[in-house]
C-alpha cells in the first residue's frame, strides 16, 4: 500500500509535466476545475479534543471523499490537465493503495485508459477493489520492483503517462483545495495539523492557508517508522529512510532522492514536523472511534495524536486536524480499536 512511484516513471513524469507554477492561484484554479469530480468534504467539531487542548478544535473529514481518501483531488486536477492525445496514451500507476485506487477512479470518470501494474503477491481483495473502479490490472511478477518494469515499458514503449501520487504541481494543487475549503468554512484556521508523506497534501493545504494568512501554524505528522521528508529535512535535502512495517501504511514511501517540488514546498510551509510512536497512532485511531465514532487509517489519524500528548498542548483559535483517509482492513482496525485503552 505504500504510493511512492519507481524512479523512471518520476522522469517520465517531469518529461510530460507541464510547468504549472506553484502558486495559491493553482490551487484556486484547481478548485474551479474539480469542483464537479470532488466532494467538498464536511468539517465537524470535535467536543472532546476542543476540551483537552482549550481551543476549537475541528476534523475535515476526507475519510468521507469518494475512494475514502483525498487523494482523489490530486488525481482529478491531474487528468483534467492532459492534452487530448495524453488521453488517448492513457494513464499508467503502481500504487495499489490510496494513489492507485484515485488514478483508476479519476480515470474512469474522465473516460481516460487507465492501467495499474501489480504483482502476484497483491491480494486479491486490493486486485479486485481496482477492477471495480474499471481500471485495467496488470499482473506482472512476484515483487512490486518487477511491476514497476512494466509500468515503466508502458511508459517508454506505449506512451502512456505516469501519474506521480505527490511530486507534481497539479496534484499537490489538487490537494490544496483542502485549504480553500478550510478558509472557506471556517473563514481562518490558526493551527493545522496534517499527516506527512510526499508532502503533496501537507504542501498543497499549507500553499493555500499561508497565502491567506501568514500567521496559521501548520505541524506535519508522520509515524516514526520511515519518516523520509522529516530525515530530508533535518538533511538539508532528500535523503533515504529505511522503512519498517507502520499502522500509517498509507505515510510509507520516500519523498525521492531526485524530489522537484515537494521537499522545497514543505521546508516553506511547514512549521513544525512531529514524530509519533505506533502505539500513538493506535490510540489515535480509537480516540476517534471511541469519541467520534469515526473510523479512520493510520495515517490519517496520525495527526489528532500530538493532540493527546500528556500533559496536553494549550492552543488558541482555530484547529483543523485533516483526518486523511478511512482505507484500513476492517480486522486490523477491530483489533487496534478493541484493544483497551492504555498508556503511551
Ligand atoms: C497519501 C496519503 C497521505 C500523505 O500524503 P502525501 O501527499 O504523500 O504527504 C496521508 N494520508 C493518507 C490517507 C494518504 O493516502
Redesign the pocket.
Known amino acids: 500500500m505504500v ?1 511512492a512511484p519507481p524512479s523512471d516513471l518520476r522522469d517520465g513524469c517531469s518529461v510530460d509535466a507541464p510547468p504549472t507554477a506553484l502558486t495559491a492561484a493553482a490551487v484556486h484554479a484547481a478548485r474551479h476545475d474539480i469542483r464537479t469530480w470532488v466532494r467538498h468534504t464536511p468539517l465537524v467539531p470535535s467536543p472532546s479534543l476542543s476540551e483537552r487542548v482549550g481551543a476549537r478544535v475541528w476534523l475535515k473529514l ?1 475519510t468521507m471523499q469518494d475512494i475514502g ?3 482523489i483531488r490530486g488525481a482529478v486536477n491531474t487528468l483534467l490537465s492532459l492534452s487530448e492525445d495524453e488521453r488517448r496514451r492513457g494513464v499508467v500507476t503502481v500504487s495499489t ?3 492507485g485506487r484515485a488514478v483508476a477512479t479519476a480515470a474512469s470518470r474522465l473516460g481516460v485508459r487507465a492501467v495499474v501494474c501489480m504483482s502476484e503477491l497483491v491480494p486479491e481483495v486490493k486486485r479486485l477493489a481496482v477492477e471495480r473502479t474499471g481500471a485495467e490490472v496488470r499482473i506482472v511478477g512476484r515483487s512490486q520492483d518487477e511491476a514497476e518494469v512494466e509500468a515503466n515499458r508502458l511508459v517508454a514503449e506505449e506512451h502512456m503517462v505516469p501519474v506521480h ?2 511530486d507534481d504541481p497539479r496534484v499537490i494543487a489538487g ?1 490544496g483545495t483542502i485549504g480553500l475549503e478550510l478558509l472557506e468554512d471556517l473563514g481562518r484556521v490558526d493551527h493545522l495539523y496534517c ?9 498543497g493545504i499549507g500553499l493555500a492557508l499561508k497565502s491567506a494568512s501568514s500567521s496559521t501554524r501548520v505541524v506535519g505528522v508522520t509515524m516514526e517508522h520511515g519518516a523520509a ?1 522529516a530525515e530530508s529535512l533535518r538533511a538539508g535535502r532528500p535523503v533515504a529512510v529505511e522503512e519498517l512495517p507502520t499502522l500509517a501504511d ?2 510509507g ?1 520516500g519523498i525521492g532522492l531526485d524530489n522537484r517540488y ?1 521537499f522545497d514546498l514543505v521546508r516553506r510551509v511547514l512549521d513544525q514536523p512531529v514524530l509519533v510512536s505506533e502505539a500513538e497512532i493506535a490510540a489515535a485511531m480509537r480516540f476517534l472511534f471511541r469519541e467520534e465514532r469515526l473510523v479512520v ?1 493510520g ?2 489519524a496520525a495527526c489528532v495524536a500530538p493532540l493527546l500528548r500528556e500533559p496536553a498542548p494549550r492552543l488558541d483559535g482555530n484547529v483543523v486536524c485533516v483526518l ?2 478511512r ?1 484500513v482492513d476492517p480486522d486490523k482496525f477491530m483489533a487496534v480499536v478493541g484493544e483497551k485503552a492504555r498508556a503511551n
Open positions: 504510493d476526507e481518501a483525498f487523494k493503495g490510496n494513489h501520487p505527490f490537494q499527516g506527512l508523506s510526499g508532502g503533496g497534501l501537507l504542501g521528508m498509507s505515510l514511501g515537494t487509517e495515517g490519517g486523511s483517509g482505507n
